[in-house]
């Protein structure tokens, strides 16, 4: 059965309204974005830990391997200045014997944030979509006059008009299920802690920007829902992190099927920022501390070489396990596989 036709599909002209989330740290190859949106639906590079000219490699590969439109997305840059706390690092120097690393106190600088920008105008790409806040509006501009369409993330009502007024043509709704970072950039994280059908209905009666839903959308039937819920197209991520083409670690990826009968938690330890994980010993008893973590990305250069060494040792106690609350039903399978099936699960399913 033909998928249905929204503003989506026929603004970034595709035939499918579904978005591979852009998932950083590896995960969005250019095999998995390209077989993506060969398969009909747009695959999204995640371009925001990528230096500008890994970034051009990366979009470069993806046009080897398809003509097909794709997203490429940035993190919004914020100026955090915070000193590191002796209780945090004293609890990660509890965990250097059990995990098998050491603390390392170079913190590494993210990529230039306008150069990566000047990258993505001068390869002409089809769509930006962009996470963490609101990029300056003649960053914005310079998109839209090379006719790029634009997408910004929002997990409540005023982000959502606060993107609208920025001029985007879509608003990609997180909710609380959702697997990674949350994007919440105006007041605290838990504010955005909606369900993904309630956030779409409650911002679709308040915002005229046209809507993606993203977060716990697993199923053929999870995208029936959110289209009828006003949505014109979805964001799925987790749902993708088992397929053939993805690039995270494999003991990532055993982790993630192995672990049918965990859950998850959202923490900020592993980062600074706020970021929906497989729950574990690391999670449980950094919880205390979350009030005093250092801010993204000092927290994120700490934490690097126990990321490291837990993926390395398969140490799922301490692994960073990004997973949206439904990972359980994570398949191992090509994309083009997965798409396939949604395609036949969303009309018998939602019959």
């Known amino acids: 059965m033909h998928w249905p036709q929204t503003e989506f599909t026929e603004k970034v002209k595709n035939?499918?309204?579904?978005?591979?989330?852009?998932?950083?740290?590896?995960?969005?190859?250019?095999e998995l974005?390209?077989?993506?949106?060969?398969?009909?639906a747009i695959g999204s590079l995640a371009g925001g830990m990528l230096e500008p000219d890994e970034l051009k490699k990366a979009i470069r590969?993806?046009?080897?391997?398809?003509?097909?439109?794709?997203?490429?997305?940035?993190?919004?840059?914020?100026?955090?200045?915070?000193?590191i706390s002796f209780p945090f690092l004293e609890k990660l120097k509890e965990f250097e014997r059990d995990a098998g690393f050491?603390?390392?106190?170079?913190?590494?600088?993210?990529?230039?944030?306008?150069?990566?920008?000047?990258?993505?105008?001068?390869?002409?790409?089809?769509?930006?979509?962009?996470?963490?806040?609101?990029?300056?509006?003649?960053?914005?501009?310079?998109?839209?006059?090379?006719?790029?369409?634009?997408?910004?993330?929002?997990?409540?009502?005023?982000?959502?008009?606060a993107l609208q007024n920025a001029g985007v043509d879509f608003i990609v709704c997180q909710g609380k299920e959702a697997g990674g970072?949350?994007?919440?950039?105006?007041?605290?994280?838990?504010?955005?802690?909606?369900?993904?059908?309630?956030?779409?209905?409650s911002v679709k009666e308040k915002v005229k920007k046209p809507l993606i839903a993203s977060g716990g959308i697993m199923r053929g039937h999870d995208i029936q829902m959110a289209l009828d819920a006003g949505a014109a197209a979805v964001q799925m991520g987790t749902a993708f992190l088992a397929c053939h083409e993805c690039g995270i670690d494999p003991n990532?990826?055993?982790?993630?099927?192995?672990?049918?009968n965990k859950k998850t938690a959202i923490t900020n330890a592993y980062t600074g920022k706020w970021a929906r994980c497989i729950e574990n010993r690391f999670i449980r008893e950094m919880s205390?501390?979350?009030?005093?973590?250092?801010?993204?990305?000092?927290?994120?250069?700490?934490?690097?070489?126990?990321?490291?060494?837990?993926?390395?040792?398969?140490?799922?106690?301490?692994?960073?396990?990004?997973?949206?609350?439904?990972?359980?039903?994570?398949?191992?399978?090509p994309a083009q596989e997965l798409i396939a099936r949604l395609t036949l699960e969303r009309p018998a399913r939602s019959a």
């Open 288 to 333: 205390p501390l979350e009030e005093i973590v250092p801010p993204y990305p000092v927290t994120q250069s700490l934490t690097a070489p126990l990321r490291k060494s837990a993926l390395a040792a398969n140490n799922s106690d301490f692994m960073c396990l990004y997973a949206g609350e439904h990972f359980s039903l994570c398949e191992s399978m």
């Open 61 to 83: 590969k993806i046009r080897d391997l398809t003509r097909k439109p794709f997203n490429v997305n940035l993190f919004t840059p914020t100026s955090i200045h915070q000193a």
């Open 15 to 30: 035939s499918i309204p579904l978005i591979q989330a852009p998932m950083a740290g590896g995960a969005t190859t250019p």
């Open 33 to 40: 974005v390209a077989a993506v949106s060969n398969a009909g």
């Open 102 to 161: 050491s603390i390392s106190m170079e913190i590494h600088p993210l990529p230039n944030f306008e150069k990566q920008v000047a990258v993505l105008l001068e390869e002409e790409i089809p769509i930006f979509s962009f996470t963490f806040g609101i990029p300056p509006l003649a960053c914005l501009k310079d998109f839209h006059r090379k006719g790029t369409v634009i997408l910004g993330t929002a997990t409540h009502l005023e982000e959502a008009l």
């Open 252 to 260: 990532y990826k055993r982790a993630l099927l192995a672990g049918k």
């Open 181 to 201: 970072h949350r994007a919440t950039f105006i007041g605290p994280f838990k504010e955005g802690l909606i369900s993904t059908l309630e956030l779409i209905r």
